[in-house]
């Protein structure tokens, strides 16, 4: 498996599976010797080094409650007193490096679109997520993938929408490979209130022997579609070789097959404005997935990103009305101007001195 795919696969369970660690460690009684975080912290058989915000404290969790870890610490404001007054609602920093064999082990069946199907929980219940980003974002010379993602789920009795930041980069240690998460977790009410000291914690991370890695969208796809006569262009990037580009104005339909080599991570991003009005429904293979929305950094132009693992997909994008380049209400009054200016324009010639 390539390492652009394990970075997405473990992300995701890497989400999902600290929400299980956390629930489940919130059951423990208080354990006296765990080793207090705060302020700078440093793990040098991790490999890494952070400065966590100033107010918000907590422990390095012993490898006997975290097995798949090289190191777990975690931090909430205010500290933590006991292990038993954590709560997987946040807000929670948490930093978590894992050898990537060792996660694939324990989750084998994890895949990218298969976000939140962990069920039969006492306490935290089924997930449902959607991934709400999915970029890169460079910290100390080196690139690591950042998501956003938000889950439906319930805790005690009662339902609660968790909000999830995270970062995640790749290792080589020890001639094994690594990978070091930090995430950031709160109930989505007090998201906004904490969210940027994570941020501010992720420009302090520094990771010994850290690997870089990049979205692979290297390849830009243009193709002129028809709508009502009128050639419009349809612009598209992917990591993947994109095919049998259609669209569908009955349906108000676009679709394509996307196509790579198996298992890695395929991302295409999509600019269906300039054909197809939203909201957008996206399929693949017939099985409805969350888009994330995007904005090109150049034009300004909105769109939509879809990931993946390769194969041979489908990908369908469903919009609610086709817009043609010039609505065709508006060539009567477009053809009036221009015959106007052709006047004025000729008159001028007629009466110069």
């Known amino acids: 498996m390539s390492t652009i795919v394990r970075y997405a696969t473990v992300i995701v369970s890497v989400v999902l599976l600290i929400m299980h660690i956390s629930y489940v460690q919130a059951q423990v009684p208080g354990i006296p010797g765990l080793k207090e975080v705060s ?14 915000p100033a107010g918000w404290s907590g422990v390095e969790i ?9 190191v777990m610490a975690m931090v909430v404001p205010g500290g933590i007193k006991e292990i038993s007054s954590i709560s997987p609602t946040g807000p929670m920093i948490m930093l978590n490096v894992v050898t990537i ?12 679109k298969d976000i939140g199907t962990r069920g039969d929980r006492k306490g935290m219940e089924e997930e449902k997520c959607k991934l709400l980003s999915f970029n890169t974002r460079s910290i100390s010379g080196i690139n690591g993938i950042v ?39 709160s109930a989505v009410d007090q998201y906004n209130s904490h969210v ?47 095919k049998n580009l259609k669209l569908d104005t009955d349906s108000k339909t676009i679709s394509f097959t996307v196509e790579g080599s198996a298992g890695s991570l395929g991302i295409t991003d999509v600019y269906p404005g300039s054909v197809l009005e939203g909201p957008y429904t996206v399929t693949i293979d017939g099985e409805p997935v969350e888009a994330i929305q995007i904005t090109d950094p150049e034009s300004g132009e909105e769109g939509i990103r879809i990931p993946y693992l390769h194969s041979i997909h489908e990908i369908k994008i469903m919009g609610t009305a086709v817009v043609p380049e010039f609505p065709i209400t508006l060539l009567p009054i477009l053809a009036l101007i221009i015959g106007i200016a052709i006047v004025m324009a000729r008159g001028k010639s007629m009466y110069r001195f």
């Open 196 to 242: 940027g000291d994570f941020d501010k914690a992720i420009d302090t991370l520094k990771i010994s022997n850290a690997r870089s890695v990049d979205l692979p969208i290297n390849k830009n796809f243009t193709q002129m579609v028809s709508v009502d006569g009128q050639s419009i262009p349809l612009k598209i990037k992917s990591s993947s070789d994109v």
């Open 101 to 112: 064999e060792k996660m694939e082990d324990a989750l084998p069946n994890t895949k990218v």
């Open 147 to 185: 998501i956003e993602a938000e889950c439906e789920t319930m805790f005690n009795d009662r339902p609660v929408t968790i909000r999830i930041k995270a970062f995640s980069a790749s290792q080589e240690k020890n001639n094994t490979i690594r990978n070091v998460n930090l995430m950031f977790m």
């Open 39 to 52: 302020g700078r912290y440093v793990n040098e058989n991790a490999g890494v080094e952070i400065t966590f």
């Open 62 to 70: 012993p490898q006997v409650m975290a097995p798949m870890s090289v």
